[in-house]
């Protein structure tokens, strides 16, 4: 049989199977059931969170042959073409690959159609916030009042690029990021199903660096079974996810607060020479700040699964010495830094002015 990344073989193909996002499926289900359905959606939230997934399974929910339905039967034609990619009346269209306003003139010409075999015929339009102002302002009409047997499913991980015009036309719905606990739960779920062994403590650590992200654990867990040669081990996964040098990024860190300028460039200095992305720098700071952040209004030893007792104890030491205001002023400054990172004339000058920033703030 043919290789499937995980991501994709372990796509829910129902909402029982859909982890998080229960208000969502509530509100859907709801309709389904109570046969209240909207002529349009809109599905918005970050990367890997479940937008395209939820889409096709409310597609199938929509045209499963036996009735519009919150539980699809996985068993008709409709349902398994809807699976496998196929199904003439189900489009999906990538919005970032056509803008342009001829684009949505031939969608909208078509969906005059009758659907070819099914109940529906379902446009899902992914990342619409590329579309132009034109191709906008085109499917503003349709979208209102859709022929009887059209339905939009639209998603975005940029709800803020789109016209007001266009979000109050559809039923809104904000997917939200996974948790770690939730994370963790169902990559060893999975790992079990593929018969594939994990030493302790790596799943939380592989689904903490996903960042809420589902297809980012499940890439970030391939990576480290092909690392293994098939088994997940401890040392590799914190070498791929660049563990070990934390180290390094609570001395940064602590030069920071010393402001000291030599020190600063040093450290960053150093961490580059591991291979780690500018923009990681900076990520990396603001997580020890918000761990800063924390330790400083809460004084407690905040469970963190990252660093370790040593690296726990320094941390504590440095949220002692300094102020509130200073953890949060260089918080807000390293995130300006990373808003503008792709701006400077390389992420390593954009991350370095960032660091140098910080050093004004005392003066
Ligand atoms: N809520 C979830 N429950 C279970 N698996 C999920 C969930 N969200 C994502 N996944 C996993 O991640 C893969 C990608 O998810 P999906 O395509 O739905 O993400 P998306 O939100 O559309 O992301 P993008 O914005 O990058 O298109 C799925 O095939 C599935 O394996
Ligand atoms: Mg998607
Ligand atoms: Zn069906």
């Not at 916030?129 to 085109?138: G, I, K």
């Not at 062994?197 to 996903?210: D, G, P, Q, R, V």
């Not at 990520?283 to 761990?291: I, Q, S, W």
């Not at 407690?300 to 300094?322: A, F």
Request: glycine share 2%; charged share 30%.
């Amino acid at each position: 049989m043919k290789y499937q990344v995980f991501a994709r073989k372990w796509r829910p193909k129902n909402f029982n199977e859909v982890i998080g996002q229960k208000y969502i499926i509530k509100a859907i289900s709801n309709s389904l059931k109570l046969n209240r359905i909207h002529q349009a959606w809109i599905l918005y939230g970050t990367r890997g969170i479940g937008k395209t997934t939820i889409a096709r399974i409310l597609s199938k929910c929509l045209n499963c042959k036996k009735k519009i339905t919150d539980i699809p039967c996985q068993k008709c034609n409709s349902c398994l073409e809807i699976e496998k990619n196929c199904s003439p009346d189900l489009i999906e269209i990538d919005a970032a690959s056509k803008t342009k306003i001829e684009d949505i003139k031939e969608l909208l010409e078509n969906s005059k159609y009758p659907p070819i075999k099914e109940r529906f015929k379902i446009y899902l339009i992914d990342e619409i916030h590329m579309l132009s102002r034109y191709s906008f302002n085109a499917l503003l009409k349709t979208l209102e009042e859709p022929p009887k047997h059209v339905k939009f499913i639209l998603a975005t991980t940029n709800i803020e690029k789109l016209p007001k015009t266009i979000i109050s036309r559809c039923l809104r719905l904000n997917l939200t990021t996974i948790s770690e606990k939730k994370i963790e739960n169902n990559i060893k779920k999975i790992l079990k199903k593929e018969k594939i062994n994990f030493e302790k403590n790596t799943l939380n650590l592989i689904s903490l660096s996903a960042d809420g992200s589902m297809r980012d654990a499940l890439s970030i867990t391939e990576q480290a079974i092909s690392l293994g040669n098939g088994k997940i081990k401890n040392s590799y996964v914190k070498k791929m996810l660049g563990i070990f040098k934390y180290k390094n990024f609570i001395n940064l860190l602590q030069s920071i607060f010393d402001q000291n300028i030599k020190k600063i460039l040093f450290f960053s200095e150093k961490i580059l020479s591991l291979d780690v992305e500018p923009d990681r720098i900076l990520v990396e700071l603001l997580r020890l700040l918000h761990y800063l952040h924390i330790l400083k209004i809460y004084s407690i030893q905040w469970k963190s699964k990252i660093y370790n007792n040593q690296q726990k104890k320094i941390l504590k030491k440095i949220s002692k010495k300094n102020s509130y205001s200073d953890i949060k002023n260089y918080y807000s400054i390293l995130l300006n830094g990373r808003k503008n990172i792709n701006l400077s004339p390389s992420k390593k000058i954009g991350m370095e002015l960032a660091l140098l920033n910080t050093l004004n703030i005392k003066k």
